[in-house]
């Protein structure tokens, strides 16, 4: 992608804010994805099931979602500048 840009799906309850359909666009546009709990607490990070479910329900994988790659590879991403 030319900026550089990742979209997040927020997987707290009362924001889930990137829909599925949202998450399927980008993936086809091929944006990368992160997803989030924005924990404020420990107990906040099972609500990921949630975030994991906007995506898979927007037909990405694991390859789509910037936080599933591995750390060097993340860092790789955030280095590149465009």
Same mark, same amino acid.
């Given at each position: ?5 990742? +979209? ?9 804010? /990137? ?25 906040? /990070? ?19 979602? /910037?936080?599933?790659?591995? +750390? ?5 991403? /955030?280095?590149?500048?465009?």
């Amino acid at each position: 992608m030319e900026t550089n840009t990742v +979209l997040e799906i927020n997987a707290m309850p009362s924001r889930l804010d /990137l829909k599925d359909i949202h998450a399927f666009g980008a993936r086809e546009m091929g944006i990368n994805l992160i997803i989030s709990t924005d924990a404020h607490s420990t107990e906040h /990070l099972d609500y990921m099931r949630f975030g994991v479910g906007v995506a898979r329900r927007g037909w990405c994988e694991a390859r789509h979602i /910037l936080n599933t790659r591995p +750390l060097s590879e993340v860092k790789a991403f /955030l280095k590149h500048k465009h």
